[in-house]
């Protein structure tokens, strides 16, 4: 299948490990599965074996001709011309699960939207390039943690399940690739007064990454305490980098900001 530059497609043909990722996803007979970008439909006949409903989201016009010539037939498929990062996916159903191996030039994008609607989806088993895996599943410290990082687990409990080289792809991409499952949480893992402020306050500590967070923060030094020369919020030492706070610091700081500016 010839790769359509435009949405920088790589198409799945390894059909052992595409089975690999159906069976970490554990869809049950009575499940909806929305699939995003199925390419040649590899992971769609797995996933119509076994779901009550497989919707299938597909950007390319040419690719949703013979996908619907393949698996028209099938009374629990249905098939969906559009772009992952407009569509409503409040259409798909109150309760659907997620099988994807995402369109790379999107993903990160694709994941948030998706996000959006956690409320509606009980997993996410999607294919990623590695590098962003990698900042997804990243703990504090690490060089790979990121805003992303802390979005991602603030939604989601995350669990990497496979990695995948570039040689099950056809054309083979240049980069190799894992599966990650995400399933968003009933309520995030940290207790924020304001989620405006604590994301705000995440992407300004993670701005410049070699900087120290009284640098970073500087929006908000008039909240700083300085006691016996350390520079502090709520007891968070701010010549620490964003990368070395966890999820709690993130709240114990963005807490205090925020009834801070309430009070003011």
Not at 31 to 47: K, N, R, S, W
Request: proline share 4%; hydrophobic share 40%; aromatic share 8%.
């Amino acid at each position: 299948m010839k790769k359509r530059q435009k949405w920088g497609q790589n198409f799945l043909i390894d059909e052992s490990l595409s089975a690999e990722i159906v069976d970490s996803a554990e869809i049950e007979e009575d499940d909806l599965v929305l699939e995003i970008g199925p390419g040649a439909g590899v992971l769609t006949q797995l996933l119509l074996e076994r779901a009550g409903k497989v919707v299938a989201l597909e950007i390319d016009p040419d690719l949703c001709r013979p996908l619907e010539k393949k698996f028209g037939e099938f009374s629990n498929f249905q098939l969906i011309q559009g772009d992952a990062l407009k569509f409503d996916f409040g259409q798909i159903g109150s309760r659907f699960k997620t099988v994807s191996n995402l369109p790379y030039y999107a993903a990160t994008h694709i994941l948030k939207r998706l996000i959006r609607y956690g409320s509606r989806i009980e997993s996410m088993t999607v294919m990623l390039q590695k590098e962003v895996v990698d900042r997804l599943v990243a703990e504090p410290g690490k060089k790979e943690y990121s805003s992303l990082s802390v979005f991602i687990q603030y939604h989601c409990d995350v669990e990497r399940i496979l990695e995948v080289p570039k040689t099950s792809f056809s054309p083979v991409p240049k980069i190799d690739s894992s599966v990650i499952c995400l399933k968003p949480l009933e309520a995030p893992k940290v207790q924020v007064s304001d989620e405006k402020t604590f994301f705000k306050i995440v992407h300004a500590a993670f701005l410049h990454k070699r900087k120290m967070l009284k640098n970073n923060l500087k929006e908000w030094e008039h909240f700083f305490k300085n006691e016996k020369e350390v520079i502090h919020v709520e007891g968070i030492d701010l010549n620490r980098r964003g990368e070395t706070l966890s999820l709690s610091d993130f709240a114990l700081i963005s807490n205090y900001i925020h009834k801070a500016e309430e009070t003011q």
